[in-house]
């Protein structure tokens, strides 16, 4: 009785909080939004940077204009935990503010305060969470069904606690005074970290002839329509997106309608070498394999 008590007025809670609205792309309305628009300014420029920007500003003027808008209320309808009360509630409102904060200015006090509420509220969290399967496991001691249900509920659950703000130290050992420097020193980390494991590879021991070198040699046809068309489909649809976020399946919606600037751009970048810098960026996630996560 005292659970369901709590977990109502939680979710009394959740219903307070206002809806937001998020935004989804109408891939009919894109499709015909680049069907309709003229690409011969893409299409005539001889610089592929220059068409490439040019392309790319358009494209995600028709990507905003074939955006919908509605209304969310996920909050209302979210679903509490049953061992999470109002207080706990309050208790994680709080540690995300301190979190919120934490990020925008670090400091070593601020720091240690944070992780000393954010370890208290985890085990406070936990304690409620044992109980709560403690009181289901005896009550449904005696329906085997229920009861391994229960035992799967609790030990297969998806772990939604876990802390992602992770602070790197530098080669001395020592924080970061903003997000920025510690991004920056990730960065370079990754980008000479080939270069360096290169560098440690033990040169042969005799060396191999090599062919005189022949300058202005290399060739390469221009890509067809057919080309690219197999390309775009063969791509997999469920391959992360890049920095701009567009996903495979859209490309693939309109890749008729976007063909002739996107071929006119890649044989350009082929014939002139050129590589626009748009192109150039990169995403890179670093995957935690062990030890220390604040060890780069």
Excluded at 35 to 56: G, M, Q, R, Y
Excluded at 58 to 73: G, P, Q, R, V
Excluded at 84 to 102: A, E, P
Excluded at 153 to 162: C, L, R
Aim: aromatic share 8%.
């Amino acid at each position: 009785l005292f659970i369901g008590q709590y977990r109502k007025s939680a979710q009394q809670s959740a219903n307070q909080l206002k809806p937001y609205i998020k935004t989804k792309i109408n891939l009919d309305n894109l499709k015909q939004y680049m069907n309709d628009f003229d690409w011969s300014e893409v299409i005539k420029e001889k610089n592929p940077e220059v068409a490439t920007t040019i392309f790319l500003t358009t494209f995600n003027e028709l990507l905003t204009n074939a955006a919908d808008s509605y209304i969310i209320h996920a909050k209302k309808h979210k679903k509490i935990k049953c061992w999470i009360s109002n207080g706990i509630i309050t208790s994680i409102k709080r540690r995300d503010s301190m979190k919120k904060r934490l990020r925008s200015g670090y400091s070593l006090k601020l720091d240690a305060e944070y992780k000393e509420y954010r370890n208290t509220l985890n085990k406070l969290i936990q304690k409620q969470k044992n109980e709560y399967y403690k009181n289901l496991v005896y009550n449904n001691k005696n329906n085997l069904k229920k009861l391994y249900e229960v035992i799967k509920d609790a030990t297969y659950g998806k772990n939604n606690e876990a802390d992602n703000f992770i602070t790197i130290k530098n080669n001395l050992g020592l924080n970061f005074a903003n997000s920025s420097d510690m991004s920056n020193f990730c960065n370079e980390y990754f980008i000479n970290v080939g270069v360096e494991m290169a560098a440690a590879i033990p040169p042969p021991a005799t060396e191999c002839p090599l062919d005189p070198l022949i300058l202005n040699s290399i060739f390469l046809n221009p890509i067809t329509k057919n080309e690219l068309i197999r390309h775009i489909a063969s791509l997999k649809n469920n391959s992360s997106p890049g920095y701009d976020g567009i996903q495979v399946r859209t490309i693939k919606h309109i890749h008729l309608e976007i063909i002739d600037p996107l071929l006119h751009i890649l044989n350009l970048i082929l014939e002139t070498g050129i590589i626009p810098p748009e192109f150039k960026v990169s995403v890179v996630t670093p995957i935690h394999k062990g030890g220390s996560k604040n060890l780069i």
